[in-house]
């Protein structure tokens, strides 16, 4: 940007910004509908991802000043309300947030602090040589007897088919730190990384946790 004064530079900086947002839009508008490929969520919420980078380039450029740092920013906002809307949820899945939650600052503030508080339950539990799971959703303690007849792990029913972050984030740190001390004890990873929950398929009758 040789020869263009700090000024004009971050006006440009700020069309871009404007553009940016516009750009996502039109692939949230081209998306195919109603299942979109893997590849392209992937690619239209990695796009969207970098445009967070834009306030902070504002920020700290030199040419900034209050209207032209805010003025961008509003405009491209007002575009993102549609593709927001979705890359909340579509994103917070792909970042390896559980169904239920989203990259709303709210959601992911209640999510993340339960999950440290769930970590921290799980260390003061094994402390006082309790063993157990946090379960939730459709079927939750269905394999309670299992757990313990085979383990000597306690199973605790959280929630039924209506959860929301705080619920599964401390799940999700609960178990994090019983299937580690679990596994030491007894030798299986018993622990679906992917919902957070016990292997139930492998709990069932004729089939054993693999070790």
Sequence with gaps: ??????????????????????????????????????????????????????PVVLLLHNGR???????????????????????????????????????????????FSAY???????????????????VSGFGAGGFEKQLKDRYGIDTRVVAGCVVNETILGHERGYNAVSAVEIKRRVGVDILDHTSGQPKYDLLSDGHSVTK
């Design 116 to 134: 440290v508080r769930g970590r921290a339950d799980a260390r003061r539990d094994i402390d006082a040589g309790v063993i157990a799971v946090e």
């Design 1 to 54: 940007m040789q020869g263009i004064s700090r000024r004009n530079q971050h006006r440009l900086l700020g069309c871009l910004v404007v553009l940016h947002s516009a750009a996502i839009l039109t692939l949230l508008v081209w998306r195919p509908w109603p299942a979109a490929p893997a590849w392209y969520d992937r690619l239209w919420i990695g796009i969207a991802t970098l445009w967070f980078l834009w």
């Design 65 to 111: 000043s209050i209207a032209r740092v805010a003025l961008p920013l509003l405009v491209a906002g007002l575009i993102a309300v549609p593709w927001w809307r979705m890359y909340r949820v579509q994103a917070a899945v792909i970042f390896g947030l559980p169904a239920g939650c989203t990259l709303s600052p709210l959601s992911a503030t209640r999510f």
